[in-house]
């Protein structure tokens, strides 16, 4: 299994990514939303080649934990996403990617990965 590339490696802006606080293995969290409604749609995760690559081309890229590669959303399945505006948040820690997503977000084929409610006893 490869692993990600190591944080600098990349064309990504150094000021950019000097702001970025990545996990043990040089990833951050993505939050994909869709850009009009607000509605949460999935979380992936990226490294320093992954932002680069989402911000040159548009298109939300990913780094695969459980099979150590890169993807890029709707590749294979069509379900597109166009991103519109990539926000790292105030910690530096997490990354708030707005998209107009293509069908569902989720591989399942639900619109967002986030569609169960778990209920919290009282």
């Known amino acids: 299994m490869s692993s990600p590339a190591a944080p600098g490696s990349t064309d990504l ?5 000097a702001r970025l606080k990545r996990d043990p293995a040089g990833l951050v969290p993505a ?16 490294d320093d080649e992954a932002l ?16 150590g590669e890169y993807w890029v959303k709707g590749e294979t399945s069509g379900h ?3 991103v519109r505006s990539v926000r790292l948040d105030c910690d530096g820690d997490t990354l708030l990617v ?7 977000a989720c591989h399942t084929g639900a619109r967002t990965c986030f569609d ?3 209920l919290l006893e009282q």
């Open 13 to 17: 802006d150094p000021a950019v990514a």
């Open 52 to 67: 680069h690559r989402t911000l040159t081309t548009g298109r939300g890229t990913f780094w695969s934990r459980s099979r």
């Open 31 to 46: 939050v994909v939303q869709q850009h009009d409604t607000g509605e949460v749609l999935m979380l992936g995760w990226m």
């Open 116 to 118: 169960r409610d778990l």
């Open 80 to 82: 597109r996403q166009h």
């Open 98 to 104: 707005a998209v107009d997503q293509e069908g569902p």
